[in-house]
């Protein structure tokens, strides 16, 4: 299994740009969800999935937008990306809530 | 706010010391705990979990106690090894309607001395 994988590793984007951080998890889990880090601080929820066609939204919701289509791909769409959305992206999942969630390597965003 | 360890603490021990790392929580109706790891450009890794209904549980040179009257979690690790040096982060889930949504703590920064 690769287990969570995401991409891209890097980007960087103008204030106003938009783009899709993109998340896919090969080991059946339902339960997927979006965090961002910022440095000197733990991770915050963004939103969050129990299953494919659910979301709901976490601590800092605004700005983003999600979607399940199928339960290997958790996509995080930024709307019009802000340098206040500088900070490194984390998906993860799990079995079952709550449960361990593994995640993925992260993907570092700089907003100009 | 923050309902899970407010402060970024820092740990230095020497290798083959014993660590122990501190989180307190705010939320009484939390029911799972989770300690996890993070190295320098990584990703969480899953170290340790806890169930509200036992005060302690133990895991390969690990252990976790969970202190419910005071809201106190610590990790405890045994023989201390430069490997282990990283941030390490408690995570809460509050059950109920906040089901599957995890709050994590700032962080504990572990350096270990050779």
């Known amino acids: 299994n690769a287990g969570v994988t995401q991409t891209p590793k890097f980007q960087v984007l103008k204030t106003g740009q938009s783009m899709t951080l993109q998340c896919a998890q090969d080991?059946?889990?339902?339960?997927m969800s979006w965090y961002r880090q910022d440095p000197g601080m733990g991770l915050r929820l963004i939103h969050y999935?129990?299953?494919?066609?659910?979301?709901d939204q976490g601590e800092v919701p605004n700005g983003y937008n999600v979607s399940r289509s199928t339960t290997e791909d958790f996509p995080l769409r930024l709307l019009s990306a802000a340098p206040s959305q500088t900070s490194v992206y984390f998906c993860?999942?799990?079995?079952?809530?709550?449960?361990?969630?593994?995640f993925g390597p992260g993907t570092r965003l700089t907003v100009l | 706010g923050e309902s899970v360890g407010l402060h970024l603490p820092t740990l230095s021990v020497q290798e083959g010391d014993n660590s122990i790392i501190n989180c307190a929580y705010s939320?009484?109706?939390?029911?799972?705990f989770i300690w996890y790891k993070q190295e320098s450009g990584k990703g969480p890794q899953f170290i340790i979990d806890?169930?509200?209904?036992?005060d302690k549980r133990q895991g390969q040179r690990v252990t976790v106690l969970l202190n419910k009257t005071v809201k106190h979690l610590s990790l405890q690790i045994a023989a201390t090894q430069p490997g282990d040096s990283a941030v390490y982060f408690c995570?809460?889930?509050?059950?109920?309607?906040?089901?599957?949504?995890?709050?994590f703590g700032q962080g504990t920064i572990l350096t270990v001395h050779p």
């Open positions: 993860a999942s799990s079995y079952r809530q709550p449960d361990t969630q593994y």
């Open positions: 080991m059946n889990h339902e339960y």
């Open positions: 999935s129990v299953g494919a066609g659910i979301t």
């Open positions: 939320n009484s109706a939390s029911d799972y």
């Open positions: 806890i169930r509200s209904n036992m």
């Open positions: 995570a809460e889930n509050a059950g109920g309607t906040s089901y599957g949504k995890l709050t």
